[in-house]
């Protein structure tokens, strides 16, 4: 079985930095396209920005200069690093991932993580 696990979300100030990590488990052969959507109390889910297994990405308008993901395939790793934040990045962030072949080559789809709440205060 697999699943995607996040951490580093947490409460900081405006115009500060946090590292968000998710990390798939499991006996993984490769990820194909890693993304990070976030939630905000009453609004819809939206995707903050992706990564190819080749490493291209793609942002958010709202987030262009400010974020930057990237993965680790030895690690089964995407992370998003977060800067210059605020108040209004305040979500529960999502990792999603959209194929995982596994052992015996078995694939999950669209998998997702279970969140982790980021709070940046004015």
């Known amino acids: 079985q697999v699943q995607l696990v996040e951490s580093g979300g947490g409460l900081v100030q405006a115009g500060g930095s946090l590292r968000l990590s998710c990390t798939a488990s499991?006996?993984?052969?490769?990820?194909?396209?890693m993304r990070w959507y976030r939630q905000a109390p009453g609004k819809q889910r939206e995707l903050v920005a992706d990564i190819t297994s080749g490493g291209i990405t793609n942002y958010a308008d709202s987030v262009k200069g400010r974020f930057t993901i990237s993965r680790d395939n030895a690690k089964n790793t995407v992370y998003l690093q977060m800067n210059s934040l605020k108040p209004e990045d305040t979500a529960v962030y999502y990792c999603?991932?959209?194929?995982?072949?596994?052992?015996?080559?078995?694939?999950?789809?669209?998998?997702w993580g279970q969140g982790t709440q980021v709070t940046v205060s004015s």
């Open positions: 999603n991932a959209d194929r995982i072949t596994y052992i015996l080559w078995r694939r999950e789809y669209d998998l």
């Open positions: 499991g006996s993984i052969v490769s990820i194909n396209t």
